[in-house]
């Protein structure tokens, strides 16, 4: 697709691209330089408080549990002391 480089260095993104990519007003998006072409890509900002979400150990054991959920191997609880008893505890 051919755009214009317009006044104060502004582009217009094609509509159908847009859509395509699902953006909305307000997106952040992330603009390279690489071998002569112009790169943007969509991003998200994670506020740096919980970024220890996206830490790899942290998703390497959400992928765990999703596994072990999969798999059947949690327990439920109809109650507190059914809960402490399974964990082997006394309330």
Same mark, same amino acid.
Request: aromatic share 6%.
């Given at each position: 697709?051919? $755009?214009?480089?317009?006044?104060?260095?502004? &582009? +217009?993104? #094609?509509? /159908?691209? $847009?859509?395509?990519?699902?953006?909305? #007003?307000? =997106?952040?998006?992330?603009?390279?330089?690489?071998?002569?072409?112009?790169?943007? +890509?969509?991003? $998200? &900002?994670? #506020?740096? =408080? @919980?970024?220890?979400?996206?830490?790899?150990e942290?998703? @390497? %054991? /959400?992928?765990? $549990?999703?596994?072990?959920?999969?798999? %059947?191997k949690?327990? +439920?609880?109809?109650?507190?002391?059914?809960?402490?008893?399974?964990?082997?505890?006394?309330?």
């Open positions: 697709m051919l $755009v214009e480089l317009k006044q104060k260095s502004q &582009v +217009t993104i #094609p509509s /159908e691209l $847009v859509k395509k990519m699902n953006l909305r #007003p307000g =997106d952040k998006l992330e603009i390279e330089e690489k071998d002569g072409r112009i790169i943007i +890509t969509p991003v $998200v &900002v994670i #506020p740096r =408080d @919980q970024m220890w979400f996206y830490s790899k942290w998703q @390497q %054991g /959400e992928a765990r $549990v999703d596994k072990d959920i999969k798999e %059947g949690i327990k +439920t609880a109809s109650s507190k002391e059914e809960l402490f008893n399974g964990l082997g505890l006394d309330e």
